[in-house]
């Protein structure tokens, strides 16, 4: 199942991912109305980091749907579910993280760490970001399930542009 997953990050960029992500964002999330500025703050804040846009948007999506202004029960805060002690780790406050571009950049920050510090020697690298350095077989199914659902909204949002129009997503809600 490792093996496919790492496949999966292996594609060749896609050409217009701005347009990709907004689809994606504004037939499948409740937030089609910020959809395309979403989709630019997510290619922004990529940049910023030299992250991919799609990795980033498939995270959002699983973390939150996109909802900015996101709150889990365990205090995680904004698009990326950053959690308290990460946000002042990141000299935030827990509330500036709900606005859409500052949780997605603290989040997308605390990814680009972890890819820095695992990336090379631990494919579920991406799976850090969600259970941090815990480990257990419990912990190892909630990575199997979290890199499969990171996956999915990954492969979703990669095609989705190429399979969906923009003149019918109305009819896909």
Not at 70 to 80: E, H, L, P, V
Not at 129 to 158: A, F, H, T, W
Request: glycine share 2%; net charge positive; charged share 25%.
């Amino acid at each position: 199942m490792h093996m496919e997953l790492l496949l999966a990050f292996l594609y060749e960029p896609i050409k217009d991912p701005q347009n990709a992500i907004q689809h994606y964002i504004r037939c499948q999330t409740y937030e089609s109305r910020n959809a395309e500025r979403y989709a630019q703050e997510i290619i922004w804040i990529a940049n910023k980091h030299a992250m991919d846009p799609i990795l980033i948007a498939a995270i959002v999506d699983v973390e939150s749907k996109f909802r900015a202004r996101a709150i889990s029960s365990t205090k995680d805060y904004g698009a990326m579910q950053v959690n308290e002690r990460t946000a002042k780790s990141l000299d935030k406050d827990p509330e500036e993280l709900l606005t859409f571009y500052s949780g997605v950049d603290a989040g997308t920050s605390v990814l680009k760490n972890i890819k820095r510090k695992y990336a090379l020697r631990d494919i579920n690298w991406i799976c850090r970001y969600n259970v941090g350095n815990q480990r257990g077989e419990k912990i190892s199914r909630i990575c199997d399930r979290y890199l499969r659902k990171v996956m999915l909204s990954y492969n979703s949002i990669r095609s989705f542009y190429n399979f969906y129009p923009h003149s019918i997503c109305s009819e896909i809600k």
